[in-house]
């Protein structure tokens, strides 16, 4: 079977797709990948050593500084919703033609497609290609544990956190 996959962020966001593409590349599935990096990483050495088919998708094109000016916003905002949108107007928006494009592409040469949750310019297009679509929900605060503290809780410590 031929699989479009289409992901999008940063290496917690890519890496479980570069996984589930070698997954499905070594149980004889035709695979390509499409991924747009936040911070414009090269996932090549892992398609090639998965031997998956691998296109980036655009670049964001800004200075340190400025993506530490970006950075440093999202970190100080405790909102959520605000974290959002932070997220989608700097690091997602600016690159949404090259991904519509991309997306497109994937749903002309694949029989199934699977994609990022937030990729919805790749929803779009599986939809108005007709192909079965599957989303990937990536919830790394999901799985509670004495790491890992319900989100909005305070954080008790790995002994306490349990509790929760």
């Not at 289409?6 to 593409?21: C, M, Y």
Request: some cysteine; glycine content about 8%.
């Amino acid at each position: 079977m031929k699989i479009g996959i289409q992901t999008w962020g940063s290496d917690g966001d890519i890496r479980p797709f570069l996984a589930l593409a070698g997954g499905l590349r070594a149980k004889g599935h035709d695979v390509s990948l499409a991924v747009t990096s936040v911070d414009n990483k090269d996932y090549s050495s892992y398609a090639r050593e998965m031997d998956f088919a691998l296109s980036h998708i655009g670049r964001l094109s800004y200075d340190d500084e400025t993506l530490r000016l970006f950075t440093d916003k999202l970190a100080k905002t405790g909102n959520a919703i605000k974290q959002i949108e932070i997220i989608m107007n700097y690091y997602f928006n600016p690159v949404i033609p090259e991904m519509f494009d991309a997306s497109e592409r994937l749903c002309r040469e694949n029989d199934v497609i699977i994609g990022h949750y937030i990729h919805y310019p790749l929803r779009i297009a599986a939809e108005k290609a007709g192909k079965p679509y599957a989303s990937v929900m990536l919830n790394h605060a999901g799985i509670y544990s004495k790491h890992m503290r319900i989100y909005g809780v305070p954080d008790l410590g790995k002994w306490m956190n349990p509790f929760w």
